[in-house]
């Protein structure tokens, strides 16, 4: 499976940014992760490709947004109210069995190369 990611930039605090990942086939699971440098990747949001369902984490709750498009086998994160913290490289992952919920990466087998994205004034 191949993944990959796109739409970062250089942002200002409190702006809005939509991240794409064009894949060669969805998993059952997709999520965004995230890394700062120094420290580990931490997941932000998965959708469940059956039905749509989705899960945030709490840092990025009422923020960011994770949604699917089948038919173009693509993942998108919008994200708004974006915050210096935010700041750090997002990457995609699929997983045929994270189970819902499960933002660990080594639940995720499929991954695309990064985008990074940066929040500052």
């Known amino acids: 499976v191949r993944l990959v990611a796109s739409g970062g930039g250089l942002v200002e605090p409190g702006g809005s940014l939509r991240l794409s990942c064009a894949t060669s086939?969805?998993?059952?699971?997709m999520a965004w992760f995230r890394q700062a440098p120094g420290k580990q990747r931490e997941g932000v949001a998965q959708i469940k490709r059956r039905n749509g369902e989705t899960f945030l984490a709490d840092s990025v709750k009422d923020r960011f947004t994770i949604s699917q498009d089948i038919r173009k086998n693509s993942v998108y994160l919008q994200m708004s109210n974006l915050k210096p913290e935010d700041t750090g490289m997002y990457y995609c992952?699929?997983?045929?069995?994270?189970?819902?919920?499960?933002?660990?990466?080594?639940?995720?087998?499929?991954w695309g190369r990064g985008t990074q994205v940066t929040v500052s004034s």
């Open positions: 992952a699929g997983s045929p069995g994270a189970g819902f919920g499960n933002l660990r990466p080594e639940r995720y087998e499929f």
């Open positions: 086939g969805l998993s059952y699971y």
